[in-house]
């Protein structure tokens, strides 16, 4: 993993791209030969990747919310 990667910006991926980069950190944070001085880095990275799913996540629940009461009043 790169610094590039580890830098990009949480409001240019998908979803379904920070999942993916996620679990690839976690993979990566597992091995036995892991980089030690980047698990400070992948740590934050993965942090901020958690961060975002949930904020995600919670927008689709609001959203999906919302949906359901206006349908529900019509």
Do not use: F, W
């Not at 030690?36 to 975002?52: F, N, T």
């Not at 919670?58 to 919310?65: G, L, M, S, T, Y």
């Amino acid at each position: 993993m790169n610094n590039n990667s580890i830098m990009k910006k949480k409001t240019e991926l998908t979803y379904e791209q920070a999942r993916e980069e996620l679990d690839t950190l976690v993979t990566s944070l597992e091995q036995p030969d892991a980089d030690l001085g980047m698990i400070s880095a992948k740590v934050k990275r993965a942090l901020e990747l958690i961060a975002y799913c949930k904020d995600y996540l919670h927008q689709v629940q609001e959203d999906a919310e919302k949906t359901l009461d206006s349908y529900e009043k019509e």
